[in-house]
């Protein structure tokens, strides 16, 4: 796992606003959505494509993984902006209400023909009924979608859902996109907390999301940030625990049954502890 890379805090920064995208630069996320979507009205449309495109060619981000979320495919901004992402080169498009494998494909094919990079990697939001039921056909439809990121506040609306703490109404469906990203190998992100004043629920919620299995969290805030940084990053006692774990199974080799801490040690538990240790040290890089 030595190309892990983190994504414990994805921050969306409204792309119209210049101060913003000038200030994610020392802002201590993972990764950055510089959005053209949901935070930009429909006047500006155009100044923040520029932008944020303009942003995410400057390399001035430093270690931060930077995307550009698009306007949705059939909205009248959807194509010039995947042409305008795809020559700036970020490293990765966010697509919202990404439904089908088909819808993946066209993406891909127009990303390809518009002269995008290699690097440049597709993020499908997860966020209505359909998309949740085929989210395994969605993930593996191409080597170039290497994320899900779950639109937590879309998928409440579709249901008739409500939005109540321990988010019962809604762990099927996380639980379903969790799967089907695991079962293709690729990133999965949680979705936002609402009330930036509300520390003790995103908090709570950051530990569920981390508890469940996800990479991070997406973050409305900067506020967010160092929350979602500490849960999604394994603890000092684990990591201690997973140099230990590795250290009496490469002691114990060839011996049989191989214990720590009183516990039998598995080949499972090994791929889990050196899982810890990648991330622990992926982490560390970013400074």
Known sequence: MTDFT????????????????????????????????????PDAKEAARESACAAAASGEYGR???????????????????????QAGPDAIVVPKVGSAAEVHQLVDALEKAGAPDHTKLWAMIETPV??????????????LTAFVI???DLV?????????????????????????????????????????DTDGFL???????EMGFDGKTLIHPGQ????????????????????????????????????NGRMVENLHV?????TLAIHEAVRALG
Request: overall charge negative.
């Open 225 to 260: 940030v160092e929350g979602a940084n500490t849960a999604f990053a394994p603890s000092e006692q684990a990591v201690e625990d997973a140099r230990g774990l590795i250290q009496a199974w490469e002691d114990g080799a060839g011996s049989g049954v191989v214990t720590y």
């Open 157 to 197: 609306k579709e249901l008739y859902a409500e939005h109540v703490p321990g988010r019962a109404p809604i762990l099927p469906s996380l639980h379903t996109i969790l799967l089907a990203a695991r079962a293709a190998g690729i990133a999965v992100l949680d979705g936002v907390y609402n009330d930036v004043k």
């Open 151 to 153: 639109g937590t506040n």
């Open 204 to 210: 709570a919620e950051c530990r569920q999301g981390r």
């Open 271 to 275: 791929d889990s502890a050196r899982r």
């Open 64 to 86: 931060r993984t930077v995307t550009i979320r698009a306007n949705g495919i059939g909205t009248q901004w959807h194509d010039a902006d995947l042409a305008a992402i795809a």
């Open 131 to 144: 998309a949740v039921l085929d989210a395994l056909s969605i993930a593996r439809a191409s080597e170039r």
């Open 6 to 41: 983190p994504l414990r805090s994805v921050l969306y920064m409204p792309s119209s606003n210049e101060r913003a995208l000038e200030k994610a630069k020392s802002i201590a996320c993972d990764a950055l959505i510089l959005d053209l979507e949901d935070a930009v009205a």
